[in-house]
Nanobody, 118 residues
Framework: QVQLVESGGGLVQAGGSLRISCAAS????????MGWYRQAPGKQRELVAN???????NYADSVRGRFTISRDNAKNTVYLQMSSLKPEDTAVYYC????????????WGQGTQVTVSS
């Protein structure tokens, strides 16, 4: 079993910055991908960014150049540094872990609200 606990969401003005974190605990495989998805009201959940245990990253076009994903493998923690925030970044941000144990097992956090005011 894997538990994901997000922190750091909140309210920020447009143009501001915010960092959210996600700590994973439980049975974490050495090979895994940690990432962030978001879901705005009335919209589908979408990938924001992810980072593999080896360090390779992937970003949605809408956030590339503004958001930076990083991880601390010793702490099983993933971070999302968000800069130049826009009102359209407002959403619930969900931490995601894909754990490889012969097959891929997926886990989700409970979500953290990020609200960007104009």
């Amino acid at each position: 079993q894997v538990q994901l606990v997000e922190s750091g969401g909140g309210l920020v003005q447009a143009g501001g910055s915010l960092r959210i974190s996600c700590a994973a605990s439980g049975s974490i495989s050495r090979i895994n991908i940690m990432g962030w998805y978001r879901q705005a009201p009335g919209k589908q959940r979408e990938l924001v960014a992810n980072i593999a245990s080896g360090g390779s990253t992937n970003y949605a076009d809408s956030v590339r150049g503004r958001f930076t994903i990083s991880r601390d493998n010793a702490k099983n923690t993933v971070y999302l540094q968000m800069s130049s925030l826009k009102p359209e970044d407002t959403a619930v941000y969900y931490c995601n872990l894909n754990n490889f144990k012969g097959t891929w097992d997926e886990s989700w956090g409970q979500g953290t609200q990020v609200t960007v005011s104009s």
